[in-house]
């Protein structure tokens, strides 16, 4: 039984993202949030209530959190707790792979500067911080948490009673929420590189669609969509999806194949009659 909905949230304001010289005296797991972020964490916590109690869902919904190791995380997913009931929650894991992209130890303010002015020119995904990850070392990590993700569901480890819309919470840090998103939906590099990050404790929804795919279009709109920064290809892909049969093949998707290959001719007589020409 699959989970009604899969929720990536991204932690609440940290200090580091109040004064990024925190970072240059606190290791990075152990920046805490400030008092905005816990407000913003208990403001998440209720809106997240009202999203999996709305309408069309079912009254015995549940909610089980995966959550990364990190302080900041941690402190976010505890304030959220204040607005759910014992009942709602049938469980939570602390998740390492679901960590924010190590930058490197303590973080030298000047250098990390410099550092971060390099990536912009390299490329955020490939890019990797010194004694730190890239981005293409985050996604190696989250491929590695789908398998287990899948394996937790179709063995039933959540303890999920089939009868009940089960909710996916994630509580995770803004690029590896959209690592995950990317590495779910076979976005490319290229579109990755285009995504914004989330908000401090702004959640993304991914819901079943009526034929079994999961899809942002099936809560979110495609204004919301566009300003996260997906193309107008991407939201058509979404809202595909929203319908679609699970395991079907959008034809339509023009990364797919269109955006590998110059041409693809449409039948084998048409690559012998090409050779044909080259031939004579």
Known sequence: MLPKR??????????????????TTTPDHAIQLTPQGIQQARRAGGDLRRLMSGEECSPEWRAYFYVSPYARTRSTLREVGRRLSRKRVIGVREESRIREQDFGNFQIEDRMKAVKETRERFGRFFYRFPE??????????ISSFFESLWRDLDMNRLRHDPC??????????????RIFLMKWFKWTVEQFEHLNNFGNCEFRVMQLGTGGEYSLAVHHTAQEMLEWGLSPE????????????RGDWNDQCPWYLDAFFDHLPDSDDEIAE?????NT
């Open 6 to 23: 899969i929720i990536l949230m991204r932690h609440g304001e940290s200090q580091g993202n109040l004064d990024t010289s925190a970072y």
């Open 132 to 141: 730190g990850e890239s981005a293409a070392d985050v996604f190696d990590r």
């Open 164 to 177: 009940n819309d089960l909710n996916l919470v994630i509580v995770s840090h803004g690029l590896t929420s």
């Open 234 to 245: 991407m939201i058509a892909d979404q809202k595909w999806r929203a319908t679609a049969c």
């Open 274 to 278: 090409k050779e044909d020409e080259t």
